[in-house]
């Protein structure tokens, strides 16, 4: 079965030249969306609890574009640097969080910090070298899979073939021989 490829060839030039990226690149001002419903003291205490499992709704303001932001050990399989991805400790009354993800197929991170209280910040995405080199690899042998097996149908589609034409041919040469009086008019 074909699968299409998580990441486009080209992410860093996709990165640089697509206009979203270049919005979202931008440090803007970012709000905690979950539990709108909920009274302000229950969405801080959520919004700490979700940081501290490795998830977190944001919203850019600017923009208008949601995040759910997954983060934490094991999140890619591989860390980028010995920081941690959400960072209680660098400064008092924030959170800062790094989360990667694939967005439009480029492999992306979302860097920013929320205060505690206000549930606001500010954040930006930026390209995700680390990640886009491991997923071109993933694509490229992918696509070299799918390359192989398609080669393997069309020679199977041509032994098929080539095999069923002589059998014709054969049941041709075996009517003509079994029928002399047949006689061949093209």
Known sequence: MY???RVIPDQKGR???DELFRRLSRESEV???GFRDRPLEERQMRFAAGCREGHAEIAIVATGTNFQLVFGPGTWGFSSDANRDCDFDKEPGKVHIKSRFILNGVCAKWRGWLDLDRLDGVGCVE???EAARIEDVYRREQVERFN???REFEEDQRAYRNH???AAVERQSQSEHNNPDMVDVS
């Open 148 to 150: 192989q097996r398609l």
């Open 3 to 5: 699968r299409v490829p």
């Open 31 to 33: 709000r905690y969306v």
């Open 127 to 129: 390209f995700d070298e």
């Open 164 to 166: 069923h034409v002589a």
């Open 15 to 17: 990165f640089e030249s």
